[in-house]
């Protein structure tokens, strides 16, 4: 079966550009959340949403953004990049229970 | 504000040396506890999820228990395979309810 998958896997942007990020839940799955993981931090959210709505925020900025499609996709938006904004950005999918599986990640840098 | 601190922040055992690796937390009513393994570069890999105070959980060589206010992830006779990054997290029964909190993680390596 597969897994979670996120696309691309790698992303070089420059500074004040806009990035997506895609994600495909496990099949059945209807719940997507998002994290950003920077190197030696643990994952904090950003998102989650749960058919095709928003039920939860984490202390991100209005430049990130997220929606949730039809077939349960989702994409991740992040406007105006900062330097800081550089980080494996995970993706991860549940199926109406508390278990969140992980995509592999997509690893953004802005330079 | 649900809290997760992990230790030791890293772990050197030689192959064969049993260990376990601790994670404490503070969250409002707990709805679960997550263990899960991360390669580097890689998306985490989930290994168990408790619900209760005594519960336990095995997969392999590996044990995870939980208590009312830290959790415990027993490793019998590693292999140099189980060197990764161990990451916990909770999700509480608070305001953003759906969320995982993480730890730093605890990044383990077995040398043969």
């Known amino acids: 079966d597969a897994g979670v998958t996120q696309s691309p896997t790698h992303l070089i942007k420059t500074r004040g550009q806009h990035v997506t990020l895609r994600c495909s839940p496990i099949?059945?799955?209807?719940?997507v959340s998002w994290y950003q993981q920077v190197l030696g931090q643990g994952p904090q959210f950003i998102f989650q949403?749960?058919?095709?709505?928003?039920?939860g925020r984490g202390n991100f900025p209005d430049r990130f953004s997220a929606r949730q499609f039809p077939n349960y996709s989702s994409e991740l938006n992040v406007n105006a990049l900062l330097l800081g904004d550089s980080a494996l950005y995970l993706c991860?999918?549940?199926?109406?229970?508390?278990?969140?599986?992980f995509g592999p990640g997509t690893r953004l840098l802005v330079l | 504000e649900d809290q997760v601190t992990q230790s030791p922040e890293a772990l050197r055992l030689q192959e064969g040396e049993s260990s376990s690796l601790n994670c404490s937390y503070t969250?409002?009513?707990?709805?679960?506890l997550f263990w899960y393994r991360q390669d580097p570069g890689k998306g985490p890999e989930f290994l168990f999820t408790l619900y209760s105070a005594g519960e336990e959980k095995e997969k392999e060589r590996l044990k995870a228990t939980l208590t009312k206010k830290e959790s415990f992830l027993h490793i019998t006779a590693p292999k140099p395979e189980d060197s990764a990054t161990y990451l916990c997290?909770?999700?509480?029964?608070?305001?953003?309810?759906?969320?995982?909190?993480f730890g730093k993680g605890t990044k383990l390596s077995v040398i043969p």
């Open positions: 997290a909770v999700q509480g029964d608070g305001a953003g309810s759906y969320q995982l909190t």
């Open positions: 991860a999918s549940s199926g109406g229970g508390e278990t969140q599986y």
């Open positions: 949403y749960y058919e095709k709505e928003e039920r």
């Open positions: 099949s059945g799955h209807k719940s």
């Open positions: 969250v409002s009513g707990l709805r679960g």
